[in-house]
């Protein structure tokens, strides 16, 4: 997530006959760093996502004119357009830690995540309801939306709520938004589907601690996006072992997605057995 420096805002009135300064022009406010640019790269891959997905999947689909292959590259592009949006959201909290983050960079690394994190999952679990074989169009519906909202509630909570440094509370909305992929990307039974997509909502919203990819975990998030474009390319193009490998990376979301809060609340009732411990061990005499 992006951080901010936090700067003074000058107000400056603006003159009709042009005689303001050059610097006076925009209001530090409005400038646009190099982290917002990577966060509206971030909004942009997320809505492309949402393009591909009604261009390449749905209207193919109404209309009866899928060409064959054709949904299955788009579903790809658009996963790898929210891929790359992840890319952008962990590079422009790096660069605005570095170098600076405008006034308004908080805001617009909300409002870019909603899209590629909240809107865009949440239609691709809708337009899944839609053309899956054995899905129900309504319940999808239903899941699509609470995704959305899970998101919604998500980042509105990240930017009011205070945490130390180096966790989030709730699983991540860009781990969130894969994971969600992941499991309509696996063609489970629809049930067991719609169940764990509610489930990795309720992540998104829990109290559960995921940490903050930084350093080694930055980089290791960045070799499994890889990996995992690669895996999508594979299944695209309907290479040999596609299938089994985008299934097998799409499993390891889902499985890492919930090994986490297990290691989570394992921690916290090792370390309230050690704190019960050691108050006891005070007690005695």
């Known amino acids: 997530m992006t951080s901010i420096e936090s700067r ?8 009709p006959d042009g005689t303001a300064d050059e610097d006076d022009d925009m209001p530090l406010s409005t400038r646009l760093s ?3 640019a990577l966060t509206l790269g971030n909004a942009t891959c997320g809505f492309l996502a949402v393009y591909f997905t009604t261009t390449g999947v749905l209207i193919p689909h109404i209309t ?3 060409v064959s292959g054709m949904a299955r590259h788009s579903a790809a592009t658009a996963v790898m357009l929210m891929l790359l949006a ?5 590079f422009d909290g790096l660069v605005a830690r570095k170098l600076r ?3 308004m960079g908080a805001e617009l690394d909300n409002l870019s995540d909603l899209v590629s994190f909240g809107l865009a999952p949440a239609y691709f679990v809708l337009v899944w309801g839609m053309v899956a074989d054995d899905a129900h169009q309504s319940m999808s519906a239903v899941a699509a939306v609470v995704v959305l909202l899970a998101v919604v509630l998500r980042l509105a909570r990240f930017s009011c709520v205070t945490l130390r440094d180096g966790i989030f509370q709730g699983m991540p909305s860009p781990f969130g938004a894969l994971t969600v992929v992941s499991i309509v990307l696996l063609e489970l039974p629809f049930l067991p589907t719609l169940l764990a997509i509610i489930g990795v909502a309720w992540l998104m919203v829990s109290r559960v601690e995921y940490p903050k990819p930084r350093g080694a975990l930055a980089i290791a998030m960045l070799a499994w996006i890889a990996a995992s474009m690669g895996m999508l390319a594979a299944w695209a193009f309907d290479s040999p072992g596609g299938q089994l490998m985008l299934q097998t990376g799409c499993a390891l979301q889902v499985v890492l997605g919930a090994v986490i809060p297990l290691f989570a609340t394992a921690r916290r009732v090792h370390t309230f057995r050690d704190n019960r411990r050691e108050a006891r061990a005070a007690q005695l005499p």
């Open 8 to 15: 003074s805002q000058s107000d400056t009135d603006w003159v």
């Open 34 to 36: 190099i982290a917002d």
């Open 64 to 66: 009866g004119s899928e």
């Open 86 to 90: 992840s890319v952008f959201d962990l």
């Open 101 to 103: 983050s405008s006034a």
